[in-house]
Structure formats: structure tokens, C-alpha cells
């Protein structure tokens, strides 16, 4: 059975190539990217490396020949994302992959918010459509980010959100690459949609505690509202488009859109979820020097 990965050289991406290396037959992987010299050490362990892009669908289809199980990993390119994914579900199916399993995000519903949102229903509908077996992954919100704007509330003594008191199960991205390989290796998850999120869910009053106590500087929590967190965001210098997309995150949380824990992760796994005060306190050193 070949498997194939796009975004191979990302952050998830790399992870899940490596976790796979170790228990499939390398010439049986094959990594998708546009950036192939990052991925030498990869294909010296046997690993197939291709250059591919979306934008490139002839291209594309060639490179996912004799594919059994595609990894497709949702783009960060907003603006061009889901038309790029569309053609990849496409391109797919007419290569023959059998099995799609996508990285999508937590809780895609038309009334979700977040700016994220339309690009993973729409894709999710796709491949519902393509006529090949499919999984979703809907990955919560990945932990590390906490670490840079952790350490930005450190300097600043103060957490802002307009979360207000949603909470968030937050989710390490070694441990989405985890279930995604448990689900590539492993049969019986066609038509399934796993939730992949943190042992817990945590609110931003929980993150202003856990940082004050792991830095040993106090932060405290300032919640505004949707329109002057977004003021604040630009006032500090955060691009216009950016500020209204962190804002949209925040309204999402605040709404309970990203607050499920689910099992599926150690289900999945066989292992516990990495927690945040774990990922934190790994990066003490980082949130002292705030």
C-alpha cells in the first residue's frame, strides 16, 4: 500500500513522514512538496520525494499515480486555499487514489465564525462527493502557537482576548501527526470524522494563570470585545486582515465552537494528549525572557 502526503515539508506534514518512516516501507511514501531540498534527509532514509504543486494538476495527477492513501493537509493560503483543494480532491480522484484522509478543523458548521471555517466545509463536501473512501481529521487549535503569544503576554503583562470565557482543547501538532498516522496505517476509518483535540478545554482566564505561574510574571487576563480586541491587535501593529482573522477565532471560542474534548485522539493512538501545561512549561525558558 503507497501513501502519499502533500505539504510534506510543513510543520505537520514533516512530522507525519517521519512517525511513518518508522513503520512502513519507505519506497511505499511519497512526499509532496514545494520545497523538495528540505526534505533530503527523507529521501536519503528511501522516502519518494516529488515536487508537486496544486497549481500544477497535470503535474499533480502524474505524481499521485499507484497512490492508495492520500494525506491531503489543508493549505495556509486563504484567498486561494479551497479552490486549490477542490482541484487536489479532483485530481485525486482521477489518479485513483482510493482514500483521502483530511486535515480539517474543529466543529465545521455554517455557523461557526471562524474565517477558517467555509474553506474545510466546502472541502469536506468535495471529497463527501468525489466518490473516494474519505476520513476528516478536525484538528483543534494547535498548542504551540501558545508559546509566541504566551511569551507576547508575558512582556505585556496581560492576556488580550475576546474569547470571553470559551474554552479551547487545545492540541499539540506531534499529536495530530500521530492520529493521522494511526488512521494511514490502520483500515476501518473510511467515512469517519475524528475530532482531534487536548485532554482538556481551557479559557483564557485558565492561560492567563497558567502562564503567570510558569513565567513567575504576573498576566493578567484583559477580555474586550470583538471590535476593540480587533483595535488593540492593529493599534500593536498586527495587520489589518490578520487582526480580523484573530478576532474571528475569539468570537468562535467565545461561542463554544472549539471547547469539545473528545477520546478519539488517544482512541486513535493508544497514548494520552499532550497537555498545555506540559508544552508550556517545556518552553519556561522562552516565557522568562518575554
Same mark, same amino acid.
Given at each position: 500500500?503507497?501513501? @502519499?502526503?502533500?505539504?510534506?515539508?510543513?510543520?505537520?506534514?514533516?512530522?507525519?513522514?517521519?512517525?511513518?518512516?518508522?513503520?512502513?516501507?519507505?519506497?511505499?511514501?511519497?512526499?509532496?512538496?514545494?520545497?523538495?531540498? @528540505?526534505?533530503?534527509?527523507?529521501?536519503?532514509?528511501?522516502?519518494?520525494?516529488?515536487?508537486?504543486?496544486?497549481?500544477?494538476?497535470?503535474?499533480?495527477?502524474?505524481?499521485?499515480?499507484?497512490?492508495?492513501?492520500?494525506?491531503?493537509?489543508?493549505?495556509?493560503?486563504? =484567498?486561494?486555499?479551497?479552490?486549490?483543494?477542490?482541484?487536489?480532491?479532483?485530481? /485525486?480522484?482521477?489518479?485513483?487514489?482510493?482514500?483521502?484522509?483530511?486535515?480539517?478543523? !474543529?466543529?465545521?458548521?455554517?455557523?461557526?465564525?471562524?474565517?477558517?471555517?467555509? #474553506?474545510?466545509?466546502?472541502?469536506?463536501?468535495?471529497?463527501?462527493?468525489?466518490?473516494?473512501?474519505?476520513?476528516?481529521?478536525?484538528?483543534?487549535?494547535?498548542?504551540?502557537?501558545?508559546?509566541?503569544?504566551?511569551?507576547?503576554?508575558?512582556?505585556?503583562? @496581560?492576556?488580550?482576548?475576546?474569547?470571553?470565557?470559551? =474554552?479551547?482543547?487545545?492540541?499539540?501538532?506531534?499529536?495530530?501527526?500521530?492520529?493521522?498516522? /494511526?488512521?494511514?496505517?490502520?483500515? =476501518?476509518?473510511?467515512?469517519? @470524522?475524528?475530532?482531534?483535540?487536548?485532554?482538556?478545554?481551557?479559557?483564557?482566564?485558565?492561560? !492567563?494563570?497558567?502562564?503567570?505561574?510558569?513565567?513567575?510574571?504576573?498576566?493578567?487576563?484583559?477580555?474586550?470585545?470583538?471590535?476593540?480586541?480587533?483595535?488593540?491587535?492593529?493599534?500593536?501593529?498586527?495587520?489589518?486582515?490578520? /487582526?480580523?482573522?484573530? /478576532?474571528?477565532?475569539?468570537?468562535?471560542?467565545?461561542?463554544?465552537?472549539?471547547?469539545?474534548?473528545?477520546? #478519539?485522539?488517544?482512541?486513535?493512538? =493508544?497514548?494520552?494528549?499532550?497537555?498545555?501545561?506540559?508544552?508550556?512549561?517545556?518552553?519556561? #525558558?522562552?516565557?522568562?525572557?518575554?
Amino acid at each position: 500500500m503507497s501513501i @502519499a502526503i502533500t505539504g510534506a515539508s510543513g510543520g505537520l506534514g514533516r512530522r507525519v513522514a517521519e512517525m511513518l518512516l518508522d513503520q512502513v516501507d519507505p519506497t511505499q511514501l511519497v512526499l509532496l512538496t514545494r520545497t523538495p531540498e @528540505a526534505l533530503n534527509g527523507l529521501e536519503k532514509r528511501g522516502a519518494i520525494v516529488r515536487k508537486a504543486s496544486f497549481k500544477n494538476p497535470t503535474g499533480l495527477k502524474a505524481d499521485l499515480a499507484d497512490v492508495d492513501r492520500l494525506l491531503l493537509i489543508s493549505t495556509n493560503e486563504p =484567498g486561494t486555499r479551497l479552490e486549490q483543494q477542490r482541484q487536489a480532491v479532483s485530481i /485525486a480522484a482521477q489518479a485513483g487514489v482510493q482514500h483521502v484522509v483530511y486535515t480539517s478543523m !474543529a466543529q465545521p458548521s455554517a455557523d461557526n465564525p471562524s474565517f477558517l471555517i467555509p #474553506d474545510h466545509v466546502a472541502t469536506e463536501t468535495a471529497l463527501r462527493e468525489s466518490g473516494m473512501d474519505w476520513t476528516f481529521l478536525r484538528n483543534n487549535v494547535y498548542t504551540e502557537g501558545l508559546v509566541p503569544a504566551g511569551k507576547a503576554a508575558v512582556a505585556r503583562g @496581560a492576556l488580550l482576548s475576546n474569547a470571553g470565557d470559551g =474554552g479551547t482543547a487545545y492540541v499539540t501538532r506531534a499529536d495530530c501527526a500521530r492520529a493521522a498516522v /494511526a488512521v494511514l496505517v490502520t483500515d =476501518g476509518h473510511e467515512k469517519e @470524522a475524528y475530532d482531534i483535540t487536548g485532554p482538556e478545554a481551557l479559557t483564557q482566564a485558565d492561560l !492567563a494563570a497558567l502562564l503567570t505561574e510558569i513565567s513567575d510574571r504576573p498576566v493578567e487576563l484583559e477580555s474586550l470585545g470583538d471590535d476593540a480586541y480587533f483595535d488593540r491587535l492593529y493599534d500593536e501593529g498586527v495587520e489589518h486582515e490578520v /487582526a480580523d482573522r484573530m /478576532a474571528s477565532f475569539g468570537e468562535a471560542t467565545r461561542r463554544g465552537f472549539l471547547k469539545k474534548v473528545s477520546s #478519539d485522539l488517544p482512541d486513535l493512538t =493508544g497514548r494520552p494528549a499532550v497537555t498545555v501545561r506540559e508544552v508550556l512549561e517545556r518552553n519556561r #525558558d522562552v516565557l522568562q525572557q518575554a
